[in-house]
């Protein structure tokens, strides 16, 4: 394939970002018109390289469309970007959260559409570059840019909540910001920590993933870093007790920004735990997975029943996607193929169902100006339509079969029961499908049913482009449920290389743990 | 025709799932099409199922010994394979034929229930889906695609109930149902989990092979089985209706009244009876699980019964009865006889759909007034609902020539059976069997009285309400009543004991060899003596007047109340639910706020502090900085030459290389 695909579809918003730069700032409409091209085309860019890769890689598995122009010679930096089973379907995650998102309601982007898009589109790309990074420099990199764009759209469109006056988007949008910071400085003392190590064992500096995952780093070693990375990659996938940043950050940006960050930004702790942390380092993983699953139990059933106490629609979906991240912890605890299969359908599942949510929310709070639920009610006699894309939302957030978030949770459960470590956190993490159907069905019932409010009777239903991102992903959460496999057989193709890791490092060095 | 209907089995519940998707998508604004769409497609199921059923009977019980099964791969991995698909026995086409029978009458019925409903094309859509996923749930070939379909039932059952989303009322009771049943299925799909990874399967049929040896596949021992069946019981519990699992149902009334004769008294609420129906080997092997379901069924039965005679409103009385009905069905399957509980199953569709469309018939005619004290001689208004209503109580009181008569009755054999008065009794616990089968007797005697009395209450006597002028219903919605009474007497006859190979219901639908079941006389006239009393005491009680209900209630006030109020189980649920998960809730969530944050918020605070006092070393003074900067070379000169090492790490900070 001579055609650079992946930088295509990399580049692309950030192109988009480029010639926004030049257009009149009055012209809104044009600029989002940019937006959604250059949002759109990686879409479909997307979609075609999974079909391809689904047809004719997936047997093989490995990457596939890699791209490699070397950067820093001097010091093993490579440009190299490439997908297999594991990343591509979080970079379609990347791609239709990133379409959605330019077209969903945010209440206060209008007035200054100009910045707004074009720090979102920089966003998209900072976010598609972790995923599609075969050069760990370059996966920092990415990783990196992500930051800047979203303390800004934080503090500039961000909002503030009722149910926690004393907290202001600043605030939020600070935390945010500094807690991913320090995480990411943590995850940089791992990172270079082992690429000398890996310098002085090849005797060659490289960044490149495949290369260092031929390596077997030492025992204590692989403890060391792995614990380093995980610090940064847990709180970045907000691990209970690194969790806080979450809800309020979510709550306080605009919705575009949260359908980012709780649909797919966040998975990028878990990707990164993976991809870099149990792949190069399993020795470490199995020494820290019992650590991670106890804490699991703590996102779970924690944050759900603090979901319970939640007023504000945001924060229901805000500790909810932190307690939804319990699950991908868990699956990643057992370190069993099942369990990292589920938990990276998981990782998809979540993304396109918190997208949704905040999509839909954010269209509610856009037209009512509230988010607080005991303002609202009776909403479906107002808005059928959206009625119906909030239960879409509500059923997949409980894990309802036929749609996308069910069959990742069951093979979750599978890996977790049916390793030692993670057997009796399971147990009381499965409570949380429980509680979890509690608190979005008791917002449903309270923001969707009950008598009809005259007050929103101007409200309109949801129609033309701001139905665009609802339909795409109530599409894609159908589509995926029914036929799992579609997912499942990518991400197990993906993972397999892994898991064959953590089998050999069990057999190497079994003994000396 | 047959090959075609076998083959393309999964057309029945797929033709229903198509009708939900055009009428979502497409045909929501023209209601009449809608509704054509979706009896249009339950028609066509209903027809391939009855040409599966004919050809099944004919060939007697080749299937049930060699299921047709169809499946593709629905998602599979190393260790974890699942397969979607059909699999065709007796068992499962009797299921598809009462599903569609019933769900066909009830759309008909709907059509003149709920006509000028501006929500009509939702409702069939709804009915649509509940119906596609009823019936995948029937021929469902493993256990995670039934919990799939199961789950699915869930949800109809949560857009129906509160179909009627601007009732407060309703919308909480289409909660309180999800979540009920939720927690069961923590139970049920804990199970369905613990046995994927202990026999590596859950193929109804490979499961039914190795468990009765699980030994050799597994590592469990037969308490650890014993448990996993006990867990899995809980989401069968919830679904049914059982106790402590029932409190969902009575509130689900709160649907259309079409709704709950399809969904919560005919179909949905037996999928609970039905699975543990078709894993029923993972049962007969554990004499203990078997014993719980047992005794969880007599106890629902009549625990269900004991709350039906004080409920005032026709609805909740059917509602707590069949939650009585459900309880003998669990146990029949607790005796350990699947003819007995699929039976039951089948007759008690029929006459419990009669009798929920017979309610509706008569809140139509009385505008929606709930109280039967409102109501009253009925009788004259509505001659169609009444005698259709007089064969559905017989039937449920198990009075012969009607249907109840004789499932009732199998159900009484089998459990004396199993009992010590039997003096035959093959398992270990025969004296709780004797327990359960009194218990039986009573719950039958129960249901004759209260059915009785709501009866004579709201056909007989005078009309108590002023403000309405009853009237029979439409011919749409009594044609449905009349062929379902029909079938609540024919229905029963197949069951006729001393039917032979070929012809009897056992022989069809069974676990294990066939045996003709002899009549126990004993038992017949017992039961029926039971009946005949409890009917004849609500007669005198409220036709005849020749006592008075009043002076019972003051004679025990306290156990009238506690019946009236359904034991108080809702407001100790509710209590629960406020005073400790929701309080739990808002404590963790402050606990979040004050002390997780304000550990975080703590950090932040520190590195501001610590600004504040690093800031006062920046003096501005060239003398300071220059001390500061030789004390550190020194600093450092003194820690190489202790270490001794020139270690990388210094290399890398002071850029030696």
């Not at chain 2, 918020?601 to 300071?624: D, E, I, S």
Request: aromatic content about 14%; charged content about 10%; glycine content about 10%.
């Amino acid at each position: 394939m001579n055609f650079p695909v992946l930088t295509t579809i990399l580049l692309l918003p950030l192109l988009g970002a480029i010639i926004s730069i030049f257009v009149p700032k009055e012209k809104s409409s044009i600029i989002k018109g940019i937006a959604g091209i250059t949002t759109f085309i990686p879409l479909v860019l997307t979609i075609w390289i999974y079909y391809l890769y689904y047809t004719q890689h997936m047997a093989t598995g490995g990457y596939a469309f890699t791209e490699s122009i070397p950067w820093v010679k001097d010091l093993g930096i490579t440009y190299g970007l490439g997908v297999d089973g594991f990343s591509l379907p979080l970079v379609l995650l990347t791609s239709v959260i990133g379409f959605c998102a330019v077209y969903s309601r945010s209440w206060s982007v209008e007035t200054r559409a100009k910045e707004f898009y074009i720090l979102l589109l920089i966003l998209i790309t900072g976010v598609m570059g972790t995923f599609l990074a075969t050069d760990l420099f370059i996966f920092f990199l990415f990783y990196e840019v992500v930051i800047i764009p979203i303390y800004l759209m934080v503090i500039i469109w961000g909002s503030g909540s009722k149910t926690r006056k004393d907290i202001g988007k600043e605030y939020a949008g600070m935390k945010l910001t500094i807690y991913l910071l320090i995480g990411s400085a943590f995850l940089l003392a791992g990172l270079i920590w082992m690429y000398m190590l890996a310098g002085e064992m090849l005797g060659v500096l490289t960044f490149d993933l495949a290369t260092l995952a031929t390596l077997n780093f030492a025992p204590n070693l692989q403890i060391a870093i792995f614990g380093l990375m995980a610090l940064g990659f847990l709180s970045l996938i907000s691990m209970f007790p690194f969790h806080s940043w979450s809800p309020d950050g979510y709550a306080g940006a605009p919705t575009a920004v949260s359908m980012i960050h709780a649909g797919v930004l966040k998975k990028i702790g878990g990707y990164g735990l993976i991809r870099i942390g149990i792949f190069l380092f399993p020795v470490g993983a199995k020494f820290w997975a019992p650590v991670i699953a106890v804490l699991a139990i703590g996102n779970v059933v924690y944050t759900a029943l603090i979901s319970l106490a939640q007023k504000d629609m945001k924060y229901v979906v805000g500790y909810s996607s932190v307690s939804h991240m319990g699950f991908v912890l868990i699956g990643i605890a057992s370190l069993s193929l099942v369990g990292l299969n589920g938990a990276v359908a998981n990782m998809f599942g979540h993304g396109i169902m918190a997208a949704l949510f905040f999509s839909i929310i954010g269209y509610i709070y856009g037209i009512t100006k509230t988010r607080y639920i005991p303002d609202l009610g009776g909403l479906a006699h107002q808005m059928p339509r959206l009625a119906g894309a909030f239960l879409v939302a509500a059923m997949a957030s409980a894990g309802l079969p036929g749609l996308l978030t069910f069959v990742p949770e069951v093979t979750i459960f599978i890996g977790a029961f049916d390793s030692p470590i993670t057997r009796i956190p399971a147990f009381i993490v499965l409570t949380g499908i429980v509680i979890g159907a509690v608190y979005v069905l008791r917002m449903a019932a309270n923001v969707l049913f009950g008598p009809r409010k005259e007050q929103w009777d101007y409200v309109e239903d949801i129609k033309g482009f701001s139905l665009l991102p609802i339909a795409v992903l109530v599409a894609f959460a159908v589509i995926f449920g029914l036929f799992p496999s579609l997912l499942m057989d990518m991400v197990n193709s993906g993972i397999q290389p892994i898991a064959a890791k953590l089998l050999s490092a069990g057999s190497q060095i079994g003994g000396s743990l | 025709m047959f090959d075609f209907a076998l083959n393309n089995a999964w057309l029945i519940p797929l033709l229903p799932a198509l009708a939900f998707g055009i009428i979502t998508l497409f045909t929501k604004k023209m209601i009449k099409l809608s509704a054509s769409i979706s009896i249009g497609a339950i028609l066509i199921s209903f027809v391939l199922s009855v040409i599966l059923g004919i050809e099944l009977i004919g060939q007697g019980d080749t299937f049930l010994e060699h299921p047709y099964k169809a499946v593709v791969t629905w998602f599979s991995m190393p260790g974890l394979s699942i397969e979607v698909g059909t699999l065709i026995d007796n068992i499962s086409v009797m299921m598809l034929l009462v599903v569609t029978f019933i769900t066909s009458l009830v759309q008909i019925y709907s059509l003149g229930y709920m006509r000028g409903d501006p929500g009509l094309a939702r409702f069939f859509a709804y009915v649509s889906l509940f119906a596609a996923s009823m019936l995948g749930l029937v021929i469902a070939p493993n256990l995670l695609i039934m919990f799939v379909f199961w789950e699915l039932v869930g949800l109809c059952s949560y857009l129906l109930i509160g179909f009627w989303y601007g009732k407060i009322s309703a919308s909480a009771a289409a909660k309180k149902a999800f979540i009920t049943c939720r927690a069961g299925d923590f139970g049920l799909l804990l199970g369905i989990i613990l046995l994927q990874i202990n026999f590596g399967t859950l193929d109804l049929q490979q499961l039914s092979v190795m468990i009765p040896n699980f030994t050799q596949y597994t590592g469990l021992t037969a308490v650890g089985l014993t448990v996993i069946a006990i867990i899995l019981f809980l989401g069968p519990m919830a679904k049914s209706g059982q106790f402590p699992f029932h409190v969902w149902l009575p509130d689900a009334m709160e649907g259309p009244t079409p709704v709950s004769a399809l969904i919560h008294a005919a179909t949905m609420v037996v999928a609970g009876v039905y699975l543990v129906g078709r894993i029923l080997t993972l049962f007969i092997t554990l004499p203990s699980a078997l014993l719980f379901v047992a005794i969880i069924g007599a106890f629902t039965a009549l625990f269900a019964a004991t709350i039906a005679i004080t409920q005032t409103e026709m609805k909740k009385i059917l509602a707590y009865s069949t939650i009585s009905q459900l309880g003998y069905m669990m146990l029949a399957l607790g005796a350990a006889s699947l003819t007995a509980s699929m039976f039951h199953l089948m007759t008690h569709a029929f006459f419990k759909a009669l009798l929920f469309l017979g309610a509706g018939c008569v809140l139509h005619a009385m505008h929606n007034e709930a109280s039967i004290w409102k109501y009253g001689g009925l009788r004259k208004y509505m001659p169609v609902t009444y005698w259709t209503f007089l064969i559905g109580c017989l039937a449920i009181a198990g009075i012969f020539p009607f249907a109840g008569f004789f499932s009732k009755d199998l159900i009484m054999e089998v459990t004396f059976a199993a009992s010590s008065l039997s003096g035959h009794a093959h398992g270990p616990f025969p004296v709780a069997y004797t327990v359960l089968f009194l218990m039986a007797a009573l719950t039958a005697f129960l249901t004759a009285f209260y059915m009785f009395r709501m009866f004579f209450i709201c056909f007989h006597g005078e009309l108590r309400s002023k403000e309405v002028q009853p009237h029979e219903a439409p011919k749409v919605m009594t044609v449905p009543l009349i062929i379902l009474g029909i079938f609540s007497i024919i229905s029963g006859w197949v069951g006729w004991p001393g039917l032979g190979e070929g012809q009897a219901f056992g022989y069809f639908v069974r676990l294990g060899e066939f045996q003709v079941m002899e009549a126990n006389w004993l038992l017949i006239i017992l039961s029926t003596l039971l009946a005949l009393f409890g009917i004849g005491l609500a007669a005198l009680f409220y036709w005849k007047k020749s006592f008075s209900p009043q002076a019972v209630i003051e004679r025990v006030p306290f156990l009238y109340k506690l019946s009236y109020n359904k034991y108080y189980i809702d407001e100790f649920y509710l209590w629960i639910i406020h005073n400790i998960i929701d309080k739990c809730g808002w404590l963790l969530w402050k606990f979040d706020i004050y002390v997780i944050d304000g550990i975080v918020n703590g950090f932040g605070k520190m590195a501001q502090w610590g600004g504040a006092v690093m800031r006062k070393v920046q003096t501005g003074q060239l003398q300071h900085y220059a001390l500061i900067f030789f004390m550190g070379i020194v600093l450092m000169l003194l820690l190489l030459s202790f270490t001794g090492v020139h270690s990388p790490a210094i290399g890398l900070m002071g850029g030696a290389k």
